[in-house]
C-alpha cells in the first residue's frame, strides 16, 4: 500500500517523494484548494465536526442546505439531495423510486455501487451485456412481462476504462415501452462532462422526466459526499423511501462545507472545465500520436488497453521517472469495469502544465 503524504493533486506526495500524478480522480485539483480548506476549517469551528444525527431529525445544518443549494443550481435543477457518500446513490435512487419500476436490467460491468445499489432495491435485476443496447434490447424482450416497466441502470462514465454509457441508443431501445426509467451513476461525469459539467445526459444533449442520476462530491469537487439533483416531490419520496437518506448521519460538516465551496467555483469558472478538457485532447493526442486507441471524449480517464502493447512493467518505470499511473488487472479482486486485458489508467486534471503532460507521453513513447 502507498501513502499519499500531500493532497491529491497535479505533484503529489506519495511515499515520501514528490511526483507527477495521473491517478485518482480529483480532475480540477480542488482537494488541495485554498478555498475550500478555509470553508472548511470555518464550518469545523461554528458547527462541529457532525450533526451525530440524520437529516431528517435535528441532523441538517445551515451547511448542508448551502451544498444542497449550490448543487442544484450547478446541475439546473430545483433540488438536490446530498448525502453521506457517492456509492449509496443508487441504492437512494432505487429504494426511492421503488414504485415506479419493476425489473432492473444492469450493464453487467457497472460500478460496484451500481450493482449493490441494485441488490438492496429488492427487484428482478438482470444483467445485459457492457454497453450493449442490442442485448438491453434481447434482455428486455427476455424477461419483462407485459405491463411491467423496466430500469436501464448503469455507470455514466466508466471508472476505468473512461467509455461513457451510450444512454441515446438505450433510449432507442426503451421507447417501443409504454413506460420505462433510467438511472446513471454519474460520479465521474457530474462536474466533468456536458458544456456546464452537469454530466452524462448534458453530454448526451438529453432532458426527460425519465432520466435520473446520481453523483459524487467527492471526485471532481474536491469535497465529499453524494448529490442527486431532483425536485421537491421526489426528494421527499427519496427521503422517505431509502432508509439510507434517513438512517444515517448527515454528511461530515467541514466536508460539506468544501464541497458548497467547489460546487460555487466550478459554477463560476468555466475556464477550469475547458482547461481540463483542453489537457485531454492534448495528452490523448499525444498517445493517439504513440499508437494508442483512444475514444474522442472529454472524459479525464485515459485507459491504456493491454492488448495494444505490452504494459505490465509501464508503471513500475515511470514510478521510476518520478511519475504515477495506476495499473488495474482484470477478473475477480480487482475493480469493476476493467477490460479483459488489463489496463493503465491515466486520470488528467485541469490542473497538470502542458510540460507535465507532455513528459508522460515522451516517457511512455521511450518505454514503449
Ligand atoms: C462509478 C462510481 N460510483 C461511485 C463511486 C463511489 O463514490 P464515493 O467515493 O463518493 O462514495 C465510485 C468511486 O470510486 C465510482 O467510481
Redesign the pocket.
Known sequence: MHIMESAPGARTVIDGREVDYFCG?GYFGLQGHPELIEAACRAAGQYGLGSATSRRGYGTNPVLLEVETQAARFFGASEALYYA??????AILLQGLADDYDVIFVDRE?????LDGAAVARKPVVPFAHRDAGDLKTQLQNHLKPGQTPLMLS?????VSGQIAPIPDYLHVLESYESFLVCV????GAGVIGPKGQGCFEYHGLSDARLFSSG????AFGG???IIATDAALKTRLMTNAPITFASSAPPTPAAAASARALEILHHHPELRTRLWENVAHAKSGLRALGFTLEDTPVPILCLSCREVCLERLPGQLLSRGIVVSRWYAGGGSYSGVPREGAIRIAIFATHSPAQIDRLIDEIGALV
Do not use: I, P
Open positions: 480522480c457518500s457517492g456509492y449509496l446513490g443508487n457497472s460500478h460496484y455501487s451500481v455507470d455514466g462514465v466508466f471508472a451513476d454519474d460520479a465521474h459524487t462530491l467527492s471526485k465529499y459526499g453524494g
